[in-house]
Nanobody, 124 residues
């Protein structure tokens, strides 16, 4: 079992940067692939980024490529999402997720544990 708590969301202006953190508890954190998803009202949950157990492989959804960076620090049991050049379209609730697998996955159904979400609002 692993518990996830996101933090770092807030209100920013277009072009600003923000870093989200996902603090995990549980003895098996190192063996989990991790991901970030986002969701806006009335829409399906959208894949944002994923990282494998070691941090050596990362994947990004097309809308965030070149702007967002996912990373993890297993020693700190923490996953990060660095968001640069934020756009209004990035406004959403962002969720951290953990999958009981080593390799990265973009499939939401393969994630076993989810955080409560953190709101990111990009507006002028």
């Amino acid at each position: 079992q692993v518990q996830l708590v996101e933090s770092g969301g807030g209100l920013v202006q277009p072009g600003d940067s923000l870093r989200l953190s996902c603090a995990a508890s549980g003895r098996t954190f190192t063996s989990y692939a991790m991901g970030w998803f986002r969701q806006t009202p009335g829409k399906e949950r959208e894949f944002v980024a994923a990282i494998n157990w070691s941090g050596g492989n990362t994947y990004y959804g097309d809308p965030v490529k070149g702007r967002f960076t996912i990373s993890r620090d297993n020693a700190k049991n923490t996953v990060y999402l660095q968001m640069n050049s934020l756009k209004a379209e990035d406004t959403a609730v962002y969720y951290c997720a953990a999958a009981s697998r080593l390799s990265s996955t973009v499939v939401a159904a393969l994630y076993d544990f989810w955080g409560q979400g953190t709101q990111v609002t990009v507006s002028s």
